[in-house]
């Protein structure tokens, strides 16, 4: 029996580790706004929900974004669905066309990116194009698909992903390198750098 587009897109082997962690907050997502459907809000805010330095907010923080901002757009968006009422919520979300079409795109984009796994960065460039929610939300906050292809080179140094585990490399990077630009610009830097023969 072939597994179904969802359970293909949602399953554990489709993702980097911390993407996956995400995939699996859904249930809670939409537990926490009182409604049986996971739809492509939910999905995303699901990958904005971690900590400040988790893969996405590592991202958009590189695009000049902000993780905080596009959470609070899509919360926003979200609270206008229909809620259930009593134990609805409880049961078993299902995954709405929405989400799977979210899922579908960032697999595209995990395509045209190299890569082998999906990963934070490719959900927030399906939510770039998102008609139901992520255009809107990504126009508000100021976040680009330029800027945010470009904050991933950035964040990446043009590596692709061919582990489920990457992130300890984009944290590396996220919480280590200096922009020297921004430290010379700032008289951060020792000026002895770079005149070794007046130095001697």
């Not at 595209?108 to 809107?136: F, M, N, P, Q, W």
């Not at 490399?169 to 023969?197: C, H, M, N």
Request: hydrophobic fraction near 40%.
């Amino acid at each position: 029996m072939h597994a179904s587009p969802a359970q293909k897109l949602f399953s554990p082997e489709a993702w980097t580790e911390s993407g996956f962690e995400a995939v699996q907050r859904l249930p809670a997502m939409v537990k926490r706004y009182e409604t049986t459907g996971a739809e492509a809000e939910h999905l995303a805010l699901a990958f904005l929900d971690g900590s400040d330095d988790d893969v996405a907010a590592l991202m958009l923080d590189a695009a000049d974004s902000s993780a905080k901002a596009l959470r609070r757009e899509l919360d926003a968006i979200a609270r206008k669905n229909p809620r259930v009422s009593g134990g609805g919520a409880e049961q078993q979300a299902s995954v709405q066309p929405s989400a799977l079409a979210l899922a579908r795109q960032a697999d595209a984009e995990r395509k045209t990116l190299g890569d082998e796994y999906l990963s934070a960065e490719h959900v927030l460039l399906a939510l770039i194009v998102d008609k139901r929610c992520g255009a809107a939300a990504c126009k508000k906050v100021g976040l680009t698909d330029a800027a945010l292809r470009a904050a991933i080179e950035q964040v990446r140094g043009g590596r692709r992903i061919t582990t489920r585990d990457p992130d300890a490399t984009y944290d590396a990077l996220g919480k280590y390198a200096r922009d020297l630009t921004a430290s010379a610009a700032e008289g951060k830097l020792d000026p002895v750098i770079g005149r070794d023969d007046e130095a001697r």
